[in-house]
Every structure is written in C-alpha cells, then in structure tokens.
C-alpha cells in the first residue's frame, strides 16, 4: 500500500472516528465548561456562534428541543456540517479507490 493510500484511509478513519466520539459525549459535559468564546469573554455579549457546540451535541442526541434553544441557527449549520463532512469522506474515499485500482 502507498504512502498516499495509507494518508487517505487515515483521514477517512479520522473523518468517522472523530465524530462517534462526539456523538459519545454527554451534552452535560459540555455544559459543565466554561465557554471558550473570545467575544463573549472579552465583551460580554454571546455572538452568533455561542451555543453551537451544545446544539450539534444535542442534535446528535436527538434533544432538538434544547438544540433549538442552545442556538437557532443550529438548523442550518448542522445540515451544512453534515454535508462538509460526508463529501470529506467521499472525496477521501474516491482517492482511496482510485489509488487503489491503479496499482
């Protein structure tokens, strides 16, 4: 196997690793943080992204609910997550069978 099969089966087991994990973790851990929002810290005032990791992570969990009210605009930002990722996996995929066959 070449070193650029052996990079892109990598990022594909990256790219499905990655988010199992996340799924895996309670949205209470998240909650539990500090937020890490440099505007919010610095200004006092949550921008338009604030929420958004405790939204997805409710998403995955199926609390839409609360995903809603974490951030509104989870329900555009996660189809277009979801959407980046599995074109990622595909591309990766594509290389990886391309390279495949040619050898």
């Known amino acids: 196997m070449s070193n650029e099969s052996l990079k892109s089966l990598g ?4 790219y499905i690793l990655l988010p ?3 799924a895996f973790i309670p949205t209470s851990w998240f909650e539990a943080r500090h937020p ?3 505007i919010r810290n610095v200004f006092g005032v949550p921008c338009p992204g604030c929420g958004m990791t405790r939204a997805i992570s409710c998403v995955l969990h199926a609390d839409f609910k ?3 009210q974490y951030n509104r605009l989870v329900v555009v930002v996660f189809p277009l ?3 980046t ?5 595909v591309v990766e995929c594509n290389k990886y069978n ?3 066959r040619s050898q």
């Open 20 to 22: 199992t994990i996340f």
């Open 81 to 83: 997550l979801c959407y």
């Open 36 to 38: 890490v929002c440099l």
């Open 98 to 100: 391309f390279m495949k």
């Open 11 to 14: 990022k594909v087991g990256g």
């Open 66 to 68: 609360k995903a809603f």
């Open 85 to 89: 990722w599995l074109n990622a996996v």
